[in-house]
């Protein structure tokens, strides 16, 4: 799950089942679900060094067994990487180790098949690769970016903590903002011209520059939510604040804002 309207332009993205490079590296394919907490639909990476005949999948995606089946043929699979267990990046994950015979890794113990799961600076190697795991918290509590490294640059794979438009939906109560706001001081931290390959839109030119976009975008938030809170007064609920704050954003895009509001409320509340 991800997102609210945009903040950027749209960039044109692949059609459905089409294997796209993006760089030396990574390539990714679009699933068929799009939605508008999913924007086009979800990323899956497919990974590997110019050399390799193997590859590594980052977010198999939904239960989809056509996008499963065109993933799984790019194959050999090295090993599986999930960037958070929400449905539209892991549900079909169990069923993809089935049809490819690789391990699964994730923060998740939950999630893993066959391998243990990851934390801070564990590194995954495959494919003729070396992916650094970024423990990034917030839009769950079990997100994780990728950086990857290869002769034409560097790259981080971001899942839902940076999108390719728009903005993220903090997933409280399992995502808190505390965490996420340190999650995006850390990527705001890499090298200039870094690429944001996400979980959702296109990729981003360079990473650092987009998370400090959101977390301009955070605080303005947050400031609107203080105003709103002493507007309506007393301790108004997730959804008073929303209908105030969220009112020039389509209705149908509430529900996830309430989640966002319930931890911009809580990161207010520890502020003191």
Do not use: K
Request: hydrophobic share 40%; proline share 7%; glycine share 10%.
């Amino acid at each position: 799950m991800s997102r609210f309207p945009a903040i950027g332009e749209h960039a044109q993205h692949p059609a459905y089942g089409v294997l796209r490079r993006v760089t030396p590296v990574a390539s990714v394919m679009l699933a068929d679900n799009p939605s508008v907490m999913t924007l086009d639909g979800t990323n899956t990476w497919v990974l590997r060094s110019p050399d390799s005949v193997s590859c590594v999948v980052v977010d198999p995606g939904p239960h989809n067994e056509a996008h499963l089946s065109r993933i799984a043929a790019c194959g050999p699979v090295a090993t599986v990487v999930i960037t958070h267990g929400h449905p539209d990046h892991a549900a079909g994950a169990r069923r993809f180790a089935e049809l490819v015979g690789a391990p699964t890794r994730a923060v998740d113990p939950a999630l893993c098949h066959g391998a243990d799961p990851l934390g801070e600076g564990d590194v995954v190697s495959g494919a003729g690769l070396r992916l650094r795991v970024m423990a990034t918290p917030g839009h769950t509590a079990d997100s994780l970016c990728l950086l990857v490294e290869h002769d034409g640059g560097s790259a981080v794979l971001t899942g839902d903590s940076v999108l390719g438009r728009g903005t993220t939906v903090v997933a409280h109560p399992d995502g808190r903002l505390a965490d996420y706001l340190a999650s995006l001081h850390r990527l705001a931290d890499l090298p200039p011209g870094t690429l944001a390959l996400p979980g959702h839109g296109p990729e981003l030119p360079d990473a650092a520059e987009a998370a400090r976009r959101y977390l301009t975008h955070r605080e303005q938030r947050l400031d609107q939510v203080r105003l709103a809170v002493e507007q309506l007064g007393g301790t108004p609920t997730a959804r008073q604040v929303v209908e105030v704050v969220y009112a020039d954003v389509d209705q149908s895009l509430w529900a996830a804002a309430e989640w966002s509001v319930e931890a911009q409320l809580e990161y207010l509340r520890a502020e003191g």
